[in-house]
Nanobody
Framework: QLQASGGGLVQAGGSLRLSCSAS????????VAWFRQAPGKERDFVAG????????SYADSVKGRFTISRDNAKNMMDLQMNSLKPEDTAVYCC?????????????????WGQGTQVTVSS
């Protein structure tokens, strides 16, 4: 089971840190990722991190601004979001898939957490 937290309201240019906690002892066997969905839009890949944490990937729209990380000992994954823009406003969800690598396609993921709302004001 996955649980996302850390969302909120922030002004453009500000920062937020999202966290995703996982229950159970299999977190370290899963690649994990963040997706987001804005009202009226499709769910989009934001960032992913491999099972080991050595490989990360990002959507072009967030490269250089967002950083994904994980701590397998704590069953936690974080998303540090800097230089936030109004277009980053969305519900952010964490997802996990059995396997080594994270992928950008939502259909690759087996487990989803409830989302956390991020709102960036201009």
């Amino acid at each position: 089971q996955l649980q996302a937290s850390g969302g909120g309201l922030v002004q453009a240019g500000g920062s937020l840190r999202l966290s995703c906690s996982a229950s159970g002892r299999t977190f370290g066997t899963n690649a994990v990722a963040w997706f987001r969905q804005a009202p009226g839009k499709e769910r989009d890949f934001v960032a992913g991190i491999s099972r080991s944490g050595r490989t990360t990937s990002y959507a072009d729209s967030v490269k250089g601004r967002f950083t994904i990380s994980r701590d397998n000992a704590k069953n936690m994954m974080d998303l540090q979001m800097n230089s936030l823009k109004p277009e980053d406003t969305a519900v952010y969800c964490c997802a996990a898939r059995g396997g080594l690598n994270a992928y950008a396609q939502a259909r690759e993921y087996d487990y989803w957490g409830q989302g956390t709302q991020v709102t960036v004001s201009s």
